[in-house]
């Protein structure tokens, strides 16, 4: 297959973020041996080609082709939400195909999806990237313009599901709260909590596992219903101990090539 020479690639001959990698690992699983981290590796880069390759498939394939690849265990769950006239609000992690998972939300929800994105420095690939997950009905919102977004869709009575992927760092100037992520102290977004708190919107865990190649399947796992009653930050530690119990089960399937853990030891003491 094409991903296995571009694995070669890039992990043999460029060796792409290969000392971040090996250390993210060393560093959650220090009881690991090196053996069994270089092991941990190698599969985690060759699942972070095939991502890759998924993502340049699905630019070509139809909404058949994808339905037969992703799959939701449990979505009557969102019915009484739904029924309520409740939006509601997914949380989950750059893990198995983070680009793939909500598209079948539009399929399998009487809601429709809106993501917030960060745009990509590059304009031409980022409207590459943004044709392709906008073909299957998700729509993918700029973060400054996500929160006036759901403020609308609210004034206007519109019901959605919106989807944050919050497992990477906050911008130094922006950290409000650090926590524990793989056995690590480190600065954790808040973001999606502020705005569940706020509005009162339920939140669910959008787990997804790999079943096998270029096939997932997700499940809903409901982290709070009443988000304004909940004790403050409770909400963002439940999100990350179940996307760090995910990890722990799989690893090779988290995407280990951000620098996760680069402000950890960085905390100031009146934090």
Not at 190 to 207: N, W
Request: net charge positive.
């Amino acid at each position: 297959m094409i991903s296995d020479v571009l694995y070669v690639i890039t992990y043999y001959i460029i060796g792409y973020r290969k000392k971040i990698v090996r250390s993210n690992l060393k560093l959650c699983f220090p009881n690991k041996s090196d053996p069994e981290l270089l092991a941990l590796e190698k599969k985690s880069f060759q699942h972070f080609i095939d991502v890759f390759m998924e993502l340049i498939k699905s630019f070509t394939m139809t909404e058949r082709e994808m339905s037969k690849r992703l799959s939701i265990t449990n979505p009557e769950l969102l019915d009484a939400y739904y029924e309520q006239n409740k939006s509601v609000i997914f949380l989950s992690g750059h893990y198995a195909n983070w680009e793939w998972v909500s598209f079948i939300v539009e399929r399998s929800l009487n809601y429709h999806m809106s993501v917030v994105y960060k745009q990509l420095s590059n304009n031409y690939f980022d409207r590459i990237i943004k044709k392709t997950r906008i073909k299957f009905g998700v729509k993918f919102v700029p973060s400054k313009e996500f929160y006036p977004e759901i403020l609308t869709n609210l004034k206007n009575n519109k019901i959605q599901a919106y989807g944050f992927l919050a497992d990477q760092n906050p911008r130094w100037e922006k950290i409000k709260y650090w926590g524990n992520f793989m056995g690590a102290e480190v600065p954790i977004i808040v973001g999606p909590e502020t705005i569940a708190r706020k509005l009162d919107l339920p939140v669910f865990y959008f787990q997804t596992e790999r079943v096998k190649r270029g096939v997932y399947q997700s499940t809903f796992i409901l982290l709070e219903k009443e988000p304004k009653q909940a004790p403050l930050y409770q909400l963002t530690n439940k999100y990350m101990q179940e996307l760090e119990k995910q990890i722990r089960k799989a690893p090779e399937f988290y995407f280990w090539t951000h620098r996760r853990f680069r402000h950890m030891g960085k905390k100031p003491a009146s934090s």
